[in-house]
């Protein structure tokens, strides 16, 4: 089995925003990254999460694929933005504290630092949300509002 960093030399998040736990599976067009609802995550309401938030699920999971990649490279990871998503279908009303997530992102297209995903979150093995998510990636000084930032 591949041994793969830490989230945190992948994904430019800090907990409690860093949703995501582990890389399961990379190649320069697939990843596959597991997570773990837990109680006292930032959208977590009475041992519920809403179902949207899977969105940002799949948006951490692209974001460990492409730090992987760049990792392999030898660049940093970069930031990213989300910038839609399509076709979003969410099967639940919400997860659960406990819950053991996969999600799974598909590169479709990628090019100039825009890039397309087929993405899908799965519950014990059971599909409960799909959707294709638009990002860009680039550097702090790219971002609106950070020029000239520390």
Not at 7 to 29: F, G, S
Not at 77 to 98: H, I, M, P, Q, T
Not at 103 to 121: F, P, Q, T, W
Request: glycine content about 10%; aromatic content about 4%.
């Amino acid at each position: 089995m591949t041994k793969y960093p830490a989230m945190t030399e992948l994904v430019p998040h800090q907990a409690p925003m860093l949703l995501v736990d582990e890389l399961l599976a990379w190649t320069p067009e697939h990843a596959r990254v597991g997570a773990k609802v837990r109680a006292g995550g930032p959208f977590v309401v009475d041992g519920r999460m809403a179902a949207s938030f899977c969105l940002e699920y799949m948006a951490q999971a692209i974001a460990a694929a492409q730090g992987m990649g760049a990792r392999l490279r030898g660049d940093p990871a970069s930031l990213g933005v989300l910038l839609g998503s399509r076709e979003l279908r969410l099967e639940v009303d919400a997860l659960e504290v406990g819950d053991q997530l996969e999600i799974e992102v598909d590169r479709e297209y990628a090019e100039g630092g825009l890039a397309r995903y087929a993405c899908r979150v799965l519950r014990d093995g059971q599909e409960v949300a799909r959707g294709t998510v638009n990002v860009m990636t680039t550097d702090a000084e790219h971002i609106v509002g950070t020029e000239g930032s520390a």
